[in-house]
Nanobody
Framework: QVQLVESGGGLVQPGGSLRLSCTAS??????MAWYRQAPGKQRELVAN???????NYADSVKGRFTISRDNAKNTVYLQMNALKPEDTAVYYC???????????????WGQGTLVTVSS
């Protein structure tokens, strides 16, 4: 069974830090990413890491968040520093396996983990 299991969310004060983890099982993936969805807003890309090398961030988190990947553990992390109240959202892990001959395309979502930034 292919699944993503997230952990690390919680309540933190403004300026604080949290680290999210997402462990994949059942497959390897070319792209792993973190999205978030705040109340009343659309889900948005926070950061992704492509083939373990190409990294992209949303402008709103550049310089504060760091995405990394441990291929041996099939796990992606999101280190979040200098958190702001506007970072409050449910954070979702996403993984994509590209289609190649003999291997079908696959996209999987985690269940989401709530991050609340409040004093």
């Amino acid at each position: 069974q292919v699944q993503l299991v997230e952990s690390g969310g919680g309540l933190v004060q403004p300026g604080g830090s949290l680290r999210l983890s997402c462990t994949a099982s059942g497959s390897s993936f070319n792209i792993m990413a973190w999205y978030r969805q705040a109340p009343g807003k659309q889900r948005e890309l926070v950061a992704n890491i492509i083939s373990g090398a190409d990294i992209n961030y949303a402008d709103s988190v550049k310089g504060r968040f760091t995405i990394s990947r441990d291929n041996a553990k099939n796990t992606v992390y999101l280190q979040m520093n200098a958190l702001k109240p506007e970072d409050t959202a449910v954070y979702y892990c996403n993984a994509v396996r590209r289609a190649v001959p003999g291997v079908r395309y696959l996209e999987v979502w985690g269940q989401g983990t709530l991050v609340t930034v409040s004093s």
